[in-house]
């Protein structure tokens, strides 16, 4: 192998490296995704559920073995916050996986690009 073949080679290496490093970040941010997926879901259906009850409904919410009564009211804004907190989260995953996904789309391209210097190269010989 030349150094020429050899460089190429190197890089091609690298290229590879960093593309499967990128799909081993995307792999957990999609996990990391799904999981807020199915704690906004759970959220809404607890909203949807409070929002049925009416002001001579008693709420008790779960601290450790203990329920403690709460105040409707309140258990509604908390879960609120919670959805609104979830969905700012959501939207930053989102926006992760797709700058992720760009960025291995770029990797591609390089290697594609390396592959081909690399047949040019060797077809040369």
């Given at each position: 192998m030349d150094k020429n073949?050899?460089?190429l080679y190197k890089k091609i290496q690298t290229?590879?490296?960093s593309y499967q490093n990128l799909q081993?970040?995307?792999v957990k941010m999609v996990k990391q995704r799904a999981l807020l997926e199915s704690q906004l879901n759970e959220n809404k259906c607890v909203l949807d559920e409070l929002n049925l009850l009416g002001p001579d409904n008693k709420v008790y919410k779960l601290f450790g073995p203990v329920?403690?009564?709460q105040e409707l009211?309140?258990?509604r804004q908390n879960v609120g916050k919670r959805i609104e907190y979830i969905s700012k989260e959501l939207?930053?995953?989102t926006d992760t996986l797709e700058s992720m996904e760009k960025d291995m789309q770029k990797h591609q391209e390089t290697m594609a690009k390396y592959q081909q210097q690399w047949?040019?190269?060797a077809a040369m010989k």
């Open positions: 073949s050899a460089a290229e590879v490296e081993k970040s995307c329920l403690v009564k009211e309140e258990s939207k930053s995953s047949q040019v190269a």
